[in-house]
Structure formats: structure tokens, C-alpha cells
């Protein structure tokens, strides 16, 4: 039987990896953008790819857990993800059919992977009984940190995306198979009918949880997916300076990730989201407005603290139920994916008509009507070490 701690560092390693692959993508859009010469418009649909993927496999995933358990389906979702990551590398600058096709398949295994090492997390932290979840998180933003820098390097250094790509896909994949075994056997534990896990998308705090989820995580996804494009056009700075302030982005929502676990367990799960929303919108509103770069660096570090929480705090609240985790952190993952599904040929399009900085501010507005829904990720259950309930 593997051990508490064996699956916690397990999981926080998949998180990382996870994050790793992500980033390193992310390091090369501005590249996709100019060297199939696509506007800001087309950019964003061909980012959809990712999303479309991770969206279609995000329904069945709760199931497919229960069914296969998480060892199965996290190796599953990371070999997906590595053989589109492939594709889409070999395509790139060549033959955009084929890395848009690649960017599907990537996402599909990404959207798997996302689902099955999230019920994993969620079931080390009962066995801890403690807030442990956004440190997850944060080993995922951390794992985009090493991948924003490593990006922003290779590119100043002239390496190709291709080498870039498929090197790092490649040791994720290598060690994901490696240390996934460590993971606790959740569907032995808490096993889930078919029907059951259909139920989740009836129950209104799991869909009000995963509106909630979708509203932060394009919080969070609208830097991935523009940041580095806007500092380039709007502050014109170069690419390698963009991917560099992404990395900043990613670094503070590390930092928040940590500092978040001990707030959550000491103010609850509403009034720090409430708190990390308003500092989001500050920052974006800095970032569009400013012109100092001192401020807009501010305002980075501040929208990277303040979309920190939002998405592992939903995933801790759609598993406050052992016996149904599986089937509701699938739901509120295929809501909250929603955003990457909408987000990038949204903002792409709205960047078409008033400049890629300043469709960002969409962020600012979306995260108003959000904090209405807020209380419904309040804490179910008791924490042993007596968190104060908002």
C-alpha cells in the first residue's frame, strides 16, 4: 500500500510536470502567431484547439476514475498530452493543421491528467486532514515558472521550438509513469455507480461551484494565454522580455498558492477568495493603464497573487465528499474549462478590436458578477485544525 507521504510527493511532482509542459507551450504562442502569420483573432482559434480537447474528455473522466482509478488514468492523460505536444511541436511554423490537431489531442490528455491528479489531491488532503490542496497548485505554478524561464532562455539562446517541445514532454511523460504508482488507491476506497456520478450535474452547489471555478480560471488562463502577446504589443517590449513577465505572473500565483493554504485554514475558503478577487482586478488594471514599467510589473505580481486560489479552492470544495469527489470535481473541471474553451477566441477577437492590452480588462469586469457565487465553495466539513468557517 503506498504511503501518505509517498502520494503526497507523488502528486505534488504530477502537479509540477503538469505545469512544466504547460509553460513551456505557452513560452512559444507569440512564435505561433508570427510564424504562420496569424492575427490576434486566428491565434485565439487556434488556441481553442487546447480547450475543445480538454473539454470533450473532461465529462467522462470522473467515470473513467471510478472504473480505472487515477493511476490508470493520469498516465493515460500525460501520454495523450505528450503525443499531441509532439504533433504540435513538428507543425509549428510548417504545417498548422497538424499543430492544430496536435493542440487537440494535447488537450484532451491535459483536461485528463488535470481531472485525475486533482481527485488524487484531494484525497491526500483528507488523509492529512489539512488545507493542502493549493500547494498542489502551486507546485503546478512552480512547474510553470521553471517552464516560462526555461522558455524565455532557449528562445534568446535559438533553439528550435521542436528540440524545446519534445524534450520536455518527454522527461514529463518518463516521470509521471515513474512515480504515479505512489498514489492512494481512491476507488478502492470510495467507489462511485455510473448513475451516481450523472447526479453531480443536477446538484446546484456543484454547478454553482463550477461557475465560480470558470469565471477564475479564465482569470488565471487569460495570462497564460495573453500576457506575454500584450506586454509585446501594448508596452512594446520583446518576446523574450514578454515570456519573462509570465514568468513573473506565474511566480506570484506560486507564492499565493503557499501563503493561501494557512489563510484558507485561518479566515475559510469565502473570505480569501473574496480578498485574492479584488487584488486580481486591481492588477490587471494596473497592467492596462500604467506606464511605468515598476507599475506594470506591480500590477503582474498582483493579478499572479490574486488568480492563485481560485481554481484549487474549487476543486477542495467539489471533493468535500469522499464518496462522490470523482464525479463532481469532473463537473466542476469540464465548467470551469469552459473559460479555455471561450477565453482564447474571445479575447482574441475583442483584441482584434481594441488592442490585445486592453482586452484584458474583460478579466477585470468578469470577476465582479463572479463574487456573487462565491459562498457556495464554503467549507462542508469540519478541519482538524479547527479553521474558522465563513
Known amino acids: 500500500m503506498p504511503t501518505l507521504n509517498a502520494a503526497r510527493n507523488a502528486v505534488g511532482l504530477t502537479f509540477f510536470l503538469n505545469g512544466l509542459v504547460f509553460a513551456s507551450w505557452v513560452s512559444r504562442i507569440p512564435e505561433v502567431r508570427s510564424s504562420f502569420g496569424l492575427t490576434n483573432g486566428q491565434l485565439g482559434l487556434v488556441l481553442l484547439a487546447i480547450a475543445l480537447g480538454s473539454v470533450l474528455a473532461l465529462p467522462t473522466t470522473g467515470a473513467a476514475i471510478n472504473a480505472l482509478g487515477t493511476v490508470r488514468i493520469v498516465r493515460l ?16 511554423g510548417a504545417v498548422l493543421p497538424l499543430t492544430v490537431a496536435g493542440l487537440f489531442l494535447y488537450g484532451l490528455g491535459i483536461g485528463v491528467w488535470d481531472v485525475a491528479m486533482n481527485v488524487e489531491g484531494a484525497e491526500v488532503e483528507r488523509g492529512l486532514h489539512r488545507t493542502i490542496m493549493p500547494r498542489f497548485h502551486a507546485g503546478f505554478s512552480a512547474g510553470t515558472v521553471v517552464g516560462a524561464l526555461a522558455g524565455a532562455l532557449l528562445i534568446e539562446l535559438g533553439v528550435a521550438a521542436v528540440v524545446h517541445l519534445v524534450g520536455v514532454v518527454l522527461l514529463a511523460i518518463a516521470l509521471v509513469w515513474r512515480t504515479s504508482p505512489s498514489f ?3 476507488v478502492e476506497r470510495h467507489e462511485e455507480t455510473t448513475v451516481s456520478a450523472a447526479r453531480a450535474w443536477l446538484e446546484p452547489r456543484t454547478l454553482l461551484i463550477g461557475v465560480m471555478v470558470l469565471a477564475l480560471a479564465m482569470t488565471e488562463g487569460t495570462a497564460n494565454d495573453w500576457l506575454a502577446v500584450a506586454l509585446v504589443d501594448g508596452h512594446d517590449v520583446s518576446h523574450a522580455v514578454g515570456v519573462a513577465g509570465f514568468a513573473v505572473f506565474v511566480l506570484a500565483m506560486t507564492a499565493g498558492r503557499f501563503a493561501g493554504t494557512g489563510l484558507i485554514d485561518r479566515f475559510g475558503r469565502v473570505a480569501v477568495l473574496w480578498s485574492t478577487m479584488a487584488v486580481a482586478g486591481a492588477g490587471v488594471l494596473l497592467i492596462v493603464f500604467a506606464e ?11 493579478w499572479g497573487v490574486g488568480a492563485s486560489l481560485g481554481f484549487p479552492v474549487g476543486m477542495s470544495a467539489a471533493a468535500d465528499d469522499p464518496v462522490r469527489a470523482a464525479s463532481r470535481v469532473s463537473v466542476v473541471s469540464t465548467i470551469g474549462y469552459a473559460a479555455f474553451l471561450a477565453g482564447p477566441p474571445f479575447l482574441g477577437f475583442v483584441g482584434d478590436e481594441v488592442g490585445t492590452l486592453k482586452a484584458l480588462l474583460v478579466v477585470a469586469v468578469l470577476l465582479m458578477p463572479a463574487a456573487l457565487v462565491v459562498p457556495a465553495a464554503r467549507e462542508q466539513r469540519e478541519s482538524a485544525v479547527g479553521a474558522v468557517r465563513s
Not at 77 to 92: E, K, P, S, W, Y
Not at 292 to 302: E, Y
Request: aromatic share 0%.
Open 292 to 302: 511605468q514599467p515598476a507599475l506594470v510589473v506591480t500590477g503582474i505580481v498582483l
Open 77 to 92: 492523460g500525460a501520454t495523450a498530452a505528450t503525443v499531441g505536444m509532439l504533433a504540435a511541436a513538428l507543425g509549428l
Open 184 to 186: 492512494l488507491p481512491v
